[in-house]
Nanobody
Framework: VQLQASGGGLVQAGESLRLSCAAS????????MGWFRQAPGKEREFVAA????????FYADSVKGRFTLSRDRAKNTVYLQMNNLKPDDTAVYYC???????????????????WGPGTLVTVSS
């Protein structure tokens, strides 16, 4: 499975962005699709994920209520709608795919096997 993320950019605090991640090269059945982010000088951290088959969605506490994850099954694409962005949300955002993942591992970096190139989100204050 190959992943391609898009939609990053420069916004002001309080504004919104929508990231997209298109998957190709295989079925997503049984996979989870996740978003992670890495700020300068920090470790990559979990943002949100969706289990493709069942549709269960998971969020990091830091983005709950502001970010919304959705999918388009026909397009094999997941979307991350990011509202009320804060300067702390500034990071490179990566989408990733994890096969046969259990819920307790959904936020663990090493669970994800396939990674796309990141897309930079910059939030100015």
């Amino acid at each position: 499975v190959q992943l391609q993320a898009s939609g990053g950019g420069l916004v002001q605090a309080g504004e919104s962005l929508r990231l997209s991640c298109a998957a190709s090269g295989g079925t997503l059945s049984g996979f989870a699709m996740g978003w992670f982010r890495q700020a300068p000088g920090k470790e990559r951290e979990f943002v949100a994920a969706i289990k493709w088959s069942g549709g269960s969605i998971f969020y990091a506490d830091s983005v709950k209520g502001r970010f919304t994850l959705s999918r388009d099954r026909a397009k094999n694409t997941v979307y991350l709608q990011m509202n009320n962005l804060k300067p702390d949300d500034t990071a490179v955002y990566y989408c990733a795919a994890a096969p046969r993942i259990i819920n307790s591992a959904i936020g663990i970096l090493s669970s994800y096997r396939n990674w796309g190139p990141g897309t930079l989100v910059t939030v100015s204050s």
